[in-house]
């Protein structure tokens, strides 16, 4: 297996542009999670699928941030009007089972200038 | 509500030295208990894992092993290599499997 893919490694973006943030789980993996990682608040829970539904959005920091899961296979999270704070490395992780050995992808690194 | 408090770094040692990274834990029930890391550019790793008391995980020369007596989950090696350098993570995860926790990591620095 290839693990969890995601795309792209880095992504430099201007204020107020769409970012979207592409995720690829390992298959039959159920549950999807987005995580944000940045030196001052360490690792973030943003939200986490099962079966491609959304179950907890509660770490989404604002409306501008949006994620879908529209099959299996795939999952995006858009930031739409990006700013210069939403600077991060952002992981998707999957799990066979809820919450036990996470495979994380290698991330995207954000940055909003 | 549960948590995991890892000691704070950086932690540098000399390679062959003797690594404890402390991990403990506050939960009701049983979690299961994990280790990841984290090299430099990469996502996180499983690394080694316990689902109950006295369990011990295990994996590339290291060792934890789940204390319910201390609430700990301590990560050992006995002997670092230059390469073991990377962000250490102590995890929790509840025992209905509702919550993950991740400790705020541990940055290790092996030198030559």
């Known amino acids: 297996d290839a693990g969890v893919i995601q795309s792209p490694r880095h992504e430099v973006t201007e204020m107020g542009q769409e970012v979207t943030l592409r995720c690829k789980p390992i298959?039959?993996?159920?549950?999807l999670f987005w995580y944000r990682q940045t030196m001052m608040r360490g690792l973030e829970l943003l939200i986490y699928?099962?079966?491609?539904?959304?179950?907890?959005d509660s770490g989404m920091p604002e409306d501008r941030f949006s994620a879908k899961m529209p099959n299996a296979s795939f999952s995006t999270l858009k930031i739409q009007p990006s700013e210069p704070r939403d600077s991060a490395v952002y992981f998707c992780a999957s799990s066979l089972v809820q919450n036990y050995g996470y495979t994380f992808g290698s991330g995207t690194r954000l940055t909003v200038v | 509500g549960d948590s995991v408090t890892q000691m704070e770094g950086p932690v540098t040692l000399s390679e062959e030295a003797f690594l404890t990274i402390n991990c403990t834990y506050t939960?009701?029930?049983?979690?299961?208990l994990f280790w990841y890391v984290q090299y430099p550019g990469e996502g996180l790793q499983l690394l080694l894992k316990?689902?109950?008391?006295?369990d011990k995980g295990s994996n590339k020369g290291f060792e934890a092993t789940y204390r319910k007596e201390t609430t700990s989950f301590h990560l050992e090696k006995g002997s670092v290599q230059v390469s073991d350098s990377a962000v250490y993570f102590c995890?929790?995860?509840?025992?209905?499997?509702?919550?993950?926790?991740f400790g705020t990591g541990t940055s290790l620095t092996v030198i030559p």
């Open positions: 939960a009701t029930g049983y979690p299961s």
């Open positions: 316990a689902t109950k008391a006295d």
């Open positions: 699928f099962n079966n491609n539904v959304p179950i907890d």
């Open positions: 298959s039959g993996h159920d549950y």
């Open positions: 995890a929790l995860s509840d025992r209905a499997g509702n919550q993950f926790y």
